[in-house]
């Protein structure tokens, strides 16, 4: 009469000596290869498998600034994707960013920048003004603030989009207030600045993109760019790139690098949508990708690509609110 519960296996037996271990270059994973072979007779057996770790959620970090101006609300998605509402500054938010220890930094509609605390879940965030009522400004209000990767500064561009004028790019020390202004050849066209690493600046201009040095002042010419007045990019500082192409309604990821050295040949990838770029944001380690789609008519789409496996669509959802625009950033 046979047993009833769960079979008992033996072990496997052991070599004596030989064993031989290959451990993956990420370090992530070891496989073990065990020489030996179960007695005829015996039912092979397996142990419970371990568990596969669940891949980081699309959405994870996820940071969206919905609406226009006046009506605009911010949307956070935790660690875990899950969504919550956070507070602005003020309703008047034109565009978001955000820095190392899950700070943001605001860009308002009147041309002044707040910066936050650290966003914490079932918090809200406490927001304060990134330069002093006193500091040392050009007159133009600032536009498209964001933190230097390693947050010690917040450069945003001081330019009147309404005007052919000057434009002034604006380096601002939240924690002891100092400011450094470097004045940019060129008219300013609505396009982010952009930090290739934290001591150099991409920015967009009429002429040309142009290359800044923060910390001598020097300037360089930049790799042109198919779209002039105002591209939608993204930096992964060392790793990757994303440059919209209105025309195509497409974003094309390449090496940063690369595209620094002046290589014009085929990206690495090419995400297309019958719509309109907005904005887009490479996650800092350039494994996710978000891009607002803009149709004709009705409300944005943001999707979520994930790199492995060559950038397919791991979400999509409707812009909150249904709007028709939406900026869009990482926490880090």
Same mark, same amino acid.
């Given at each position: 009469?046979?047993?009833?519960?769960?079979?008992?296996?033996?072990?496997?037996?052991? &070599?004596?000596?030989? =064993?031989? #271990?290959?451990?993956?270059?990420? +370090? /992530?994973? %070891? !496989?073990?290869?065990? $020489?030996?072979?179960?007695?005829?007779?015996?039912?092979?057996?397996?142990?419970?498998?371990?568990?596969?770790?669940?891949?980081?959620?699309?959405?994870?970090?996820?940071?969206?600034?919905?609406?226009?101006?006046?009506?605009?609300?911010?949307?956070?998605?935790?660690?875990?994707?899950?969504?919550?509402?956070?507070?602005?500054?003020?309703?008047?938010?034109?565009?978001?960013?955000?820095?190392?220890?899950?700070?943001?930094?605001?860009?308002?509609?009147?041309?002044?920048?707040?910066?936050?605390?650290?966003?914490?879940?079932?918090?809200?965030?406490?927001?304060?003004?990134?330069?002093?009522?006193?500091?040392?400004?050009? &007159?133009?209000?600032? =536009?498209? #603030?964001?933190?230097?990767?390693? +947050? /010690?500064? %917040? !450069?945003?561009?001081? $330019?009147?989009?309404?005007?052919?004028?000057?434009?002034?790019?604006?380096?601002?020390?939240?924690?002891?207030?100092?400011?450094?202004?470097?004045?940019?050849?060129?008219?300013?066209?609505?396009?982010?600045?952009?930090?290739?690493?934290?001591?150099?600046?991409?920015?967009?201009?009429?002429?040309?993109?142009?290359?800044?040095?923060?910390?001598?002042?020097?300037?360089?010419?930049?790799?042109?760019?198919?779209?002039?007045?105002?591209?939608?990019?993204?930096?992964?500082?060392?790793?990757?790139?994303?440059?919209?192409?209105?025309?195509?309604?497409?974003?094309?990821?390449?090496?940063?690098?690369?595209?620094?050295?002046?290589?014009?040949?085929?990206?690495? #990838?090419?995400?297309?949508?019958?719509?309109?770029?907005?904005?887009?944001?490479?996650?800092?380690?350039?494994?996710?990708?978000?891009?607002?789609?803009?149709?004709?008519?009705?409300?944005?789409?943001?999707?979520?690509?994930?790199?492995?496996?060559?950038?397919?669509?791991?979400?999509?959802?409707?812009?909150?609110?249904?709007?028709?625009?939406?900026?869009?950033?990482?926490?880090?």
């Amino acid at each position: 009469m046979p047993l009833s519960g769960p079979a008992v296996c033996p072990p496997a037996p052991r &070599p004596a000596a030989r =064993r031989t #271990a290959r451990q993956s270059a990420s +370090g /992530a994973s %070891v !496989a073990l290869a065990l $020489a030996g072979v179960l007695t005829a007779g015996l039912v092979a057996c397996s142990g419970p498998e371990e568990a596969t770790p669940s891949p980081t959620p699309p959405t994870a970090g996820l940071v969206i600034l919905a609406g226009e101006p006046g009506a605009a609300t911010l949307t956070i998605h935790d660690l875990d994707g899950s969504a919550a509402s956070f507070d602005l500054p003020d309703p008047g938010t034109a565009w978001i960013g955000a820095g190392p220890g899950r700070r943001l930094v605001a860009t308002l509609d009147d041309g002044t920048v707040e910066v936050s605390d650290r966003v914490t879940p079932g918090v809200q965030p406490s927001w304060s003004p990134a330069a002093d009522a006193d500091a040392d400004l050009a &007159p133009e209000p600032l =536009r498209f #603030a964001a933190w230097a990767p390693g +947050g /010690a500064h %917040v !450069a945003a561009l001081a $330019a009147d989009f309404g005007v052919a004028a000057r434009l002034t790019l604006t380096i601002v020390d939240p924690v002891v207030g100092a400011t450094l202004l470097l004045p940019i050849p060129g008219e300013p066209v609505v396009a982010p600045l952009t930090w290739l690493s934290d001591s150099l600046l991409l920015i967009q201009t009429d002429r040309a993109t142009i290359v800044v040095d923060t910390t001598t002042g020097e300037l360089g010419e930049g790799p042109p760019l198919e779209a002039p007045g105002g591209t939608a990019i993204s930096i992964a500082p060392g790793s990757l790139i994303a440059i919209a192409d209105p025309a195509g309604g497409a974003v094309e990821i390449r090496s940063v690098d690369r595209w620094l050295a002046g290589d014009t040949g085929d990206p690495l #990838a090419r995400l297309e949508a019958g719509a309109e770029v907005g904005s887009i944001a490479l996650t800092p380690s350039g494994d996710r990708l978000a891009i607002v789609w803009q149709p004709i008519d009705g409300p944005g789409s943001l999707v979520v690509y994930r790199r492995a496996d060559g950038w397919p669509e791991a979400a999509r959802s409707t812009l909150p609110g249904e709007s028709a625009r939406a900026a869009v950033d990482w926490l880090r």
